[in-house]
């Protein structure tokens, strides 16, 4: 690409140099972004509700984890069916654990019928209490109390108090602690929790409210928040989790939890036991009642008729018949235990297990088998009715498999009742033979006989079952929990879990980094304007002049009115560039233009054309923006006339000149705005008119219209030596570079030049300079916006840090006056 000779060498830049130079440029973004993230996360560690977790851990006993050391174990260790096993166990348990039934249990034994909480000041922090509320609130349980409603209480003094409730209700008494407050829908009473509590409060009043709570809302509410975990490989530890915003309150309800729940496990193993001396006692209350009343009439016997002893052949007979009542009363105790199972299948008795044969003494394999496997189905289904709905396909099968066990059941107790009533049938007959020997003994003999048979049978079934609930209490009495707590929660040992102080503001000080880094990466990725060297070279190959600086000054020619600054350097940097453009004596004629309106370019003509003059050229300003012209503004030059009234015959060319105050330069204003400024510019009279200026002046200056808007300027192509088309940083669209590399492409404009205007940075001239990435409206030009109208007056935008600093240079003079 060709270049022009330039006092100084402008740096490649790259995108980290560029991003990394924005990040420097616009520190305050972050320091503001910072400040406000880390004000955020101190107001979120300081009014926040503190959230505590406290965890405890209870051992469970596995069964199928006995120490065993037979093959079977072996084999099943290796088949991993023993590992299945016991995670399907730890998985009911986990699922009892966090059962309504438990947490309903839990809470009904606690005190949580009442929720405190404390408010703060403001009315912005809350702080939930427990055993540590100056006051207790008794609820009034024969009447009515709207359940988890909120009910404000304010301590006036240590005596009074006032209630407020609001919304529907509108409620605002004042009672002493003691009264009861009465409504039809709330009743209760409010008293000191001590009797210094209320007076050790350090202020009044102090703002509290509280909740009365149902036990169905607490349990839904503390078994959501609990969570169970595993916490050894094999899989006989649970941990036990709880959340919440008071720590002894959910210790409390943790160790609670495990106390029901190991009581719970307690409670079922000892099931059987009390389900046996249960049906002992019911068949007792028969028995002592038969033997009470065999006993009388034994001894009421012996009395009247005087008889001690039977005869020798009439014991022989009494231990017949005793050894055949005997063999009948275990008949009777089968019996009666058939007779029980039969009625817990028709009646459908669900609730409780089956007892056990064994236990009276049956030892048929099927029944026991069959009755093990009622027991244990009936296990599943409880276990299972912690966890799932109605309906759910488990249970379903369950049912089938227990209606299945129980026709099975009912079947062969059936056959054990007929196969019994036979026996019974047997022995009734060698009772009766037995019976015909005793009649041929004496009348007052026989009857002692009978007698002490009937008192005999009832006896031996009294101790038979005497001995029974005996061997029943004793197993119930020896029963322990399979499970016991290991670790209690202890409030000491909970951790704070909100707010993290720490990661709060850690993710403050990044987002407060990030968002301000990802807002100028975005910026960056969808500005369209020219902010760098490479966004022209990229784009087109027409050379580039050079660069002039942002002009923060409130001269209109710097050049001329601080000859000395950075500015004019640039400026005496354009002439010294173009004066290898221009060696030829013919080339006098210089065109400043521009793409779009807003760029700078007559600020760009007035100032080259005075550091030319400057130099002692004589050198000519023409104002040919006919439709928005600004050079007469810029040298205080009346513009009632001008180069539109000479275009149009009505003045003579010299009232077209106007000397101005910087020497050798004169300036022909545009007059004022006709309506046909295209067919001005492009007359005879015009092109006589800068022929005749080339040979009065060495420069000939024109500010001509933006191109991409009218055509005024393409039609001076022909006149014109050089075009310099003015680019503004940070403002000039990368677009309209399409529009004039197009122009330069096709040769339609000759001797065609980039000069980048307005461009803001600290190290603006020397051996560092490169382009800056600011969005600066300094300078003088058209202002932002008009490029959408060209006839709209400009305007300037004052930027946030300049309107910041003029506020603190403001407020600092007002604090200084006062």
């Known amino acids: 690409m060709e270049q022009y000779p330039e006092i100084y060498q402008e740096e490649e830049s790259i995108d980290l140099k560029k991003y990394l130079f924005r990040i420097l440029y616009n520190w305050w973004w972050f320091a503001l972004a910072i400040f406000i993230a880390l004000t955020i996360a101190y107001l979120v560690n300081r009014y926040s509700q503190e ?60 005190d949580f019928d009442i929720t405190y909480t404390a408010v703060g000041r403001r009315g912005i922090a809350e702080s939930k209490m427990y055993q540590s509320s100056p006051f207790i609130v008794i609820p009034d349980t024969t009447k009515n109390n709207a359940y988890n409603y909120r009910i404000n209480i304010a301590v006036l003094s240590p005596t009074k108090c006032r209630i407020e409730i609001d919304d529907r209700y509108d409620i605002s008494e004042e009672l002493y602690f003691g009264q009861k407050f009465e409504h039809e829908s709330f009743n209760f009473t409010i008293l000191p929790r001590t009797p210094e509590s209320i007076a050790n409060l350090p202020d009044f009043p102090k703002k509290y409210y509280f909740e009365i709570n149902t036990p169905n809302s607490l349990a839904n509410r503390y078994r959501g928040m609990l969570n169970v975990e595993v916490n050894d490989d094999r899989g006989s530890i649970l941990t036990l989790t709880l959340s919440g915003p008071n720590r002894e309150q959910i210790c409390d309800y943790l160790n609670k939890l495990s106390e029901v729940y190991i009581q719970y496990n307690l409670d079922e193993k000892n099931a059987a036991s009390s389900n046996t001396i249960q049906f002992i006692d019911d068949q007792l209350r028969d028995i002592v009642d038969s033997l009470e009343i065999a006993g009388n009439q034994l001894q009421n016997f012996r009395t009247v008729n005087r008889v001690i002893d039977i005869s020798r052949e009439g014991n022989v007979l009494f231990d017949q018949i005793e050894t055949l009542n005997t063999e009948k009363a275990g008949y009777d105790i089968q019996a009666r235990y058939f007779n029980y199972i039969k009625d817990y299948i028709e009646s459908r008795k669900e609730t409780s297990d089956i007892i056990a044969p064994s236990v009276m003494g049956i030892s048929d394999a099927l029944l026991n088998s069959l009755v093990a496997q009622i027991n244990d189905l009936n296990m599943q289904r409880r276990t299972l009715e912690f966890s799932t709905f109605e309906g759910n396909p488990a249970t379903n099968l369950i ?18 009742i007929e196969t019994n009533s036979i026996s ?335 461009v803001q940075t600290k190290g603006y001239y020397g051996y560092n300079y490169r382009y800056s990435y600011g969005y600066g409206y300094g300078g003088y030009g058209y202002g932002y916006g008009y490029e959408h109208d060209y006839y709209d007056e400009q305007t300037h935008i004052e930027r946030f840090p300049g309107k910041l600093k003029k506020w603190l240079r403001f407020n600092k003079l007002k604090a200084k006056s006062s």
Request: charged share 25%; aromatic share 6%; glycine share 2%.
């Open 399 to 416: 049912e089938m498999q227990l209606a299945d066990a129980k026709q099975a059941l009912l079947e062969n107790v059936n056959n054990l």
């Open 424 to 758: 019974l049938a047997n022995l009734e007959e060698r009772i009766a033979r037995v019976e015909a020997e005793i009649q041929k003994l004496p009348a007052t003999e026989r009857q002692l006989i009978n007698i002490e048979r009937d008192f005999n049978i009832n006896d031996q079934i009294y101790t038979f079952m005497l001995e029974k609930r005996a061997e029943a209490g004793i197993t119930k009495a020896s029963n322990t929990p399979d499970h016991r707590q290991l670790d209690i929660a202890r409030p000491e040992n909970t951790v704070m879990t909100r707010p993290k102080t720490s990661m709060n503001y850690m993710m403050a000080l990044v987002i407060g980094g990030l968002l301000p880094l990802l807002l100028i990466i975005l910026i960056e990725y969808f500005n369209n304007k020219i902010v760098d060297r490479k966004d022209i070279e990229s784009r087109t190959d027409i050379p580039i002049l050079g660069s002039v600086g942002h002009n923060d000054k409130a001269f209109d020619i710097p050049v001329y009115e601080n000859p000395k600054s950075s500015l004019a350097e640039s400026f005496r940097a354009l002439r010294t560039n173009l004066q290898y453009l221009l060696k030829d004596d013919h080339k006098k004629v210089i065109s400043i233009s521009s793409a779009i309106s807003g760029e700078g370019k007559t600020f760009i003509a007035a100032n080259l054309a005075s550091i030319v003059a400057i130099a002692g050229k004589k050198t000519l300003l023409l104002s040919l923006d006919l439709r928005r012209p600004k050079i007469h503004s810029l040298f205080r030059i009346n513009n009632a006339e001008g180069l539109s009234s000479y275009l149009a015959g009505m003045i003579e060319r010299d009232q077209v000149l106007h000397p101005t105050h910087i020497s050798n330069l004169v300036v022909a204003n545009a007059g004022p705005i006709p309506p046909n400024p295209a067919e001005l510019i492009e007359s005879e009279k015009m092109i006589r008119f800068i022929e005749d200026m080339k040979k009065e002046f060495d420069y000939l200056v024109i500010d001509t219209p933006p191109i991409a808007i009218v055509t005024d300027a393409m039609l001076l192509k022909e006149l014109v030596d050089i075009h310099i088309f003015v680019l503004r940083h940070g403002y000039s669209n990368r677009q309209v570079l399409q529009l004039l590399d197009e122009l330069y492409t096709k040769k339609d404009m000759k001797n065609m030049a980039l000069l980048v205007n307005d």
């Open 51 to 110: 959230t505590y977790q406290a965890t405890c851990s209870v051992i469970i006993a596995n069964e199928s984890t006995t120490a065993r050391n037979d093959v079977a174990t072996i084999i099943e260790e290796m088949t991993n069916l023993r590992t299945r096993q016991t995670r399907a166990i730890v998985q009911n348990e986990i699922t009892v654990l966090k059962s309504y039934k438990m947490a309903r249990m839990a809470v009904e034994e606690l």
